[in-house]
């Protein structure tokens, strides 16, 4: 077994233990932002694990599970407990409807896919990242070496596309960049918030760190798929487990209590 197959296996193990952590705390402080970066954090250990699966052997029930929870919703749930611990407004409970019903959506497209996936494309050789979407190719535009490709009609035209486990212009693909972009606008943007109220209040320095480490986890992770996707694949699993160093360091600073929310004999005995 090679370190690239070993490295999601880590991963899968960081990523478990740290959503049993997590989720404990929103079963003793029933905080929603607790919630939300577990169901997040499992997405992401569901994903991990796919990933490492599918570097040995095909499944189709877990290149499902790859590619929803990992590629496509679990950025999106974690940045969404970020807003719901940094925003405390009547508008964050509709956003979370919106997510619950966009999530459920994606699930169905990826249902309505998976009797077209491309099969016989797949191979343990490559990481699944690079193998799983159908891409056209521009005009002048040449397919990588060794890759397969077919000429087929695509929105009218006649085209020749690398070919990938889900078909060109499969529906739940669209919905991924919406789920990616919300979870690295409200990482990203709570880490600056955070460390705007800190400097300005000069309050929840720990919040301020926890969601740095937070948004560079979120960052490493994407900038490792974004390289896997430039042709440097052997990045991918590194930055995964890099992400999830990061993010379990984060999550552990950004959850210690403040003052106002440790309960009044707690904070009692702990200034005697």
Known sequence: MSINQILPFLSTAIMLGFT?????????????????????????GAGSFAEAYLALSWSKWVFFVWYLFGAALNAA????GTLALLVRKPWVKV??????????????????????????VFTTDKPISEQYGTKALSAGETAPAGAQT?????????????????PLG????????????YGLLTLVGGAIYSAFLFWRKRVMPNRVIGNVLIA??????????????LGYGEFLYLGELLSAILMFA???????????????GVQAAATD
């Open 20 to 44: 049993v952590w997590v989720l404990q705390r929103y079963a003793v402080r029933r905080q929603p932002h607790f919630l939300f970066w577990g169901i997040g954090l499992a997405m992401f």
């Open 77 to 80: 749930w974690i940045g969404h």
């Open 95 to 120: 956003v979370t409807g919106v997510l619950v019903v966009g999530s459920l959506y994606a699930g169905y497209l990826m249902l309505q896919v998976m009797p077209k996936l491309d099969t016989a």
């Open 150 to 166: 077919i000429t087929t009609t695509y929105r009218g035209e006649e085209v020749t596309a690398v070919r990938g486990l889900l």
């Open 170 to 181: 499969s529906p739940v693909r669209l919905t991924t960049p919406f789920f990616n972009i």
């Open 216 to 229: 560079a986890g979120a960052l490493a992770i994407g900038s490792a798929s974004t390289l896997t996707r």
């Open 250 to 264: 984060g999550f552990r600073f950004a959850a210690r209590p403040q003052p106002d929310e440790v309960p009044q």
